[in-house]
């Protein structure tokens, strides 16, 4: 019998017939759409213009994937929490790269890979690359002081 899945059920070929899936039918489904890339397991269906995989998940609007994938390893994700990226693949559903956390958490994940845009200046004499701080090598901003070397 040939079937063709979509996230929820699948239509039998050539017939009118919808089958509910089991959840254990949509987990296999949803890693079947992960492809292994070195450690990670990257998703490879939808993927948005941030770059993180999408999907719809138990009848609710589109979700990150690798929030999905959290939910099927341990059930939920508290409130104020988000899942955040060891590895730092935004396609990756591996569950043992992923862990919780806050925003503030995120935040400092960002800045401690190097990965914030501009970071901001807190020394008064020289940026964290060690840029000399003058008036022409600064650019204010509502949001601090950045370097325009860096």
């Known amino acids: 019998m040939n079937i ?18 089991s959840r254990d039918q949509k987990i296999k489904n949803f890693f079947d759409r992960a492809t292994p890339n070195g450690d990670c397991l990257e998703w490879t269906w939808g993927v948005g213009k941030h770059g993180y995989g999408l999907m719809t998940w138990e009848k609710k609007r589109c ?3 690798h929030r999905i994938a959290w ?3 341990y059930g939920f994700i508290p409130d ?17 790269h992923l862990f919780l956390g806050t925003h503030q958490d995120n935040s400092n994940d ?6 914030q845009k501009h970071p901001p200046m807190t020394n ?27």
């Open 63 to 65: 979700e990150l994937t």
């Open 4 to 21: 063709l899945r979509n996230k929820l059920g699948a239509f039998v070929k050539g017939t009118d017939s919808y089958v509910l899936l």
């Open 124 to 150: 008064d004499k020289e940026c964290r690359n060690g840029h000399l701080r003058t008036p022409e090598n600064t650019y204010t901003h509502k949001s601090g002081r950045y370097c325009k070397t860096c």
């Open 71 to 73: 939910i099927i390893k």
């Open 80 to 96: 104020g929490s988000l899942v955040l990226h060891k590895c730092d693949n935004r396609k990756c559903v591996n569950v043992e």
């Open 110 to 115: 960002k800045i401690s890979k190097g990965r």
